[in-house]
């Protein structure tokens, strides 16, 4: 397979690449992790004090930092010899781990059994020769906690003397108007939002700073909605629909994730794909054109928007089937059909609108939106006002997706939005990414209040499990669920969880 390189496309891409905005930050607090059944994951953080400098360190002994809040940015540190002793005349080894969350630095690297390579552990040791000593880590951090180590056996202390992070992201949270939220958990949850979308902005739209430090498509189409709503960062959007549009697989799909500083950018295998986000490239360049009208760059990507429309269109049987895999959420054996042909739908409608708005050809897209709803229809049992799978499967995802797709009337599609909190079945959503769609799902049947509840009792608990920021996967029941058996590494600061922003100031606004 090769990767097809499209250069007016990349042309535009690198054009629109920005300089990162950046901060110092310093450690606040001297810290301990303490063990209590009661708190998220068994661990609190107890508070020793403010940090002072210098600070001693003997051979064995550590110290955990607390710098106050999420940071994504590079480690300083400036060491040197203490006491009456002139010389240290050995190296010292420093450990150092980084966690966005207790667990991450207290699980031990030994005991890991999750399917992603350990590199993602947050940990590294370094040596200095000799005193004084200044150094960086090159490796970017996303952390709040930091443990130092002293690793060396040498019977000499010595000082740190200076230590910081130096912060990197493609916004300033300053520059957001600053909006007027009375209630105090959506305030606040307002806040965490916006502070991850912040930590995710940097030279694309990343879906973790942690983890996988990538763009990801499905994860792109929240956050510019997000974005459009507060930071406005439109270069950056464009930036990363003109780089999704130049790198791409030979079958011409859009790659479903791309590596910003790792050439060739993205992998040539289709099995890389997942075919709902391909579809989601429509969405992200109608979104684009309704919140900045800015109708030549749809005019220009049009074509990449068609192409995912035609590829998914030719693969599909007269049945609903193909044989290209969907994401949809990570919740274990989904049957993704119907929710693969609600997203279809979903973005036949919208693609639709940007054809029109480009005065093209629209009849044969009205036929394929008639075509799919009489397939996904097959599936609706009227008695029991569900959309069950061949297999008999009942999931939430499907409902959602069914919702969203248009394919019922009004009241039939509050109906069974209503229906999906009170499904008896396993099969639900895992993801806060999925959680947004119904969210969506709830809006369009006009249930407002519901959906700004939801936000906050899902969006709320997270909170109160002591996130700065909000995470990849949440689960109220069991603090250690992780879709690659690896709650040690599951990234606390992900991008898709950023829309409870988006929603609040909808709704602000709507009122
Ligand atoms: C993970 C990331 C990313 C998501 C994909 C499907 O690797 O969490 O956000 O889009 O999966």
Redesign the pocket.
């Known amino acids: 397979m090769a990767i097809i390189k499209i250069n007016k496309y990349i042309e535009k891409a690198n054009s629109y690449k920005r300089n990162l905005k950046t901060t110092k930050i310093i450690p606040k607090n001297t810290a301990e992790f303490v063990k209590d059944e009661n708190a998220f994951q068994n661990f609190k953080v107890v508070t020793n004090g403010e940090l002072s400098l210098p600070l001693i360190l003997n051979s064995g002994e550590s110290v955990l930092l607390d710098f106050g809040d999420h940071c994504v940015g590079y480690l300083n540190y400036a060491l040197d010899s203490y006491g009456g002793l002139l010389i240290c005349d050995s190296p010292v080894k420093l450990k150092f781990s980084f966690g966005e969350f207790p667990y991450e630095i207290i699980k031990p690297e030994s005991e890991y059994t999750g399917v992603l390579g350990d590199g993602w552990f947050q940990r590294e040791e370094r040596l200095a020769a000799m005193m004084p000593y200044c150094g960086r880590l090159d490796r970017r951090y996303s952390f709040r906690y930091l443990l130092i180590e002293r690793k060396d056996n040498a019977l000499f202390p010595i000082a740190l003397t200076d230590i910081f992070a130096k912060c990197e992201s493609a916004v300033d949270i300053n520059s957001v108007t600053t909006v007027e939220i009375k209630d105090e958990l959506l305030r606040k949850i307002y806040d965490t939002s916006l502070k991850t979308l912040k930590e995710c902005e940097q030279d694309v739209f990343e879906?973790?700073p942690k983890r996988?430090r990538r763009l990801?498509l499905?994860?792109l189409r929240l956050q510019a909605l997000t974005d459009y709503k507060t930071f406005k960062n439109y270069d950056l959007v464009k930036r990363c629909l003109y780089l999704l549009a130049g790198y791409r697989v030979e079958s011409k799909k859009v790659s479903?994730?791309l590596f910003p500083n790792s050439p060739p950018y993205i992998d040539d295998m289709d099995s890389w794909i997942?075919i709902d986000?391909c579809l989601f490239y429509v969405a992200c360049l109608y979104d684009y054109y309704e919140n900045c009208g800015d109708k030549e760059t749809v005019a220009d990507l049009y074509e990449v928007a068609l192409e995912q429309i035609e590829i998914v269109s030719k693969s599909l049987n007269d049945n609903g089937e193909t044989e290209y895999k969907p994401?949809v959420d990570w919740c274990p054996d989904l049957d993704k059909k119907l929710s693969l042909l609600g997203i279809y739908l979903y973005n036949l409608r919208l693609f639709k609108e940007i054809t029109q708005l480009l005065c093209k050809e629209l009849d044969w897209i009205e036929c394929k939106i008639e075509n799919i709803s009489s397939i996904l229809l097959r599936y609706y049992n009227h008695d029991k006002g569900l959309f069950i799978s061949e297999s008999g499967q009942v999931s939430q995802h499907s409902q959602i997706w069914a919702v969203l797709s248009g394919v019922l009337p009004l009241n039939e599609s509050i109906n069974l939005i209503n229906r999906v909190e009170l499904l008896d079945t396993e099969f639900t959503m895992r993801t806060p990414?999925m959680m947004h769609y119904y969210i969506e799902a709830l809006y369009k049947c006009g249930l407002k209040e519901k959906a700004i509840d939801t936000v906050k009792t899902t969006w709320g608990k997270m909170l109160a499990c002591g996130y700065d920021c909000f995470p990849?996967v949440f689960n109220e029941k069991n603090d250690f669920e992780s879709?690659y058996n690896a709650p040690e590494l599951n990234?606390a600061c992900?991008?898709?969880s950023c829309t409870p922003a988006y929603w609040i100031k909808r709704y602000l606004k709507e009122e």
Do not use: I, L, M, V
Request: charged letters at 20%; proline letters at 6%.
């Open positions: 879906d973790g996988d990801w499905g994860d479903s994730c997942y986000y994401f990414y990849e879709p990234s992900h991008a898709w």
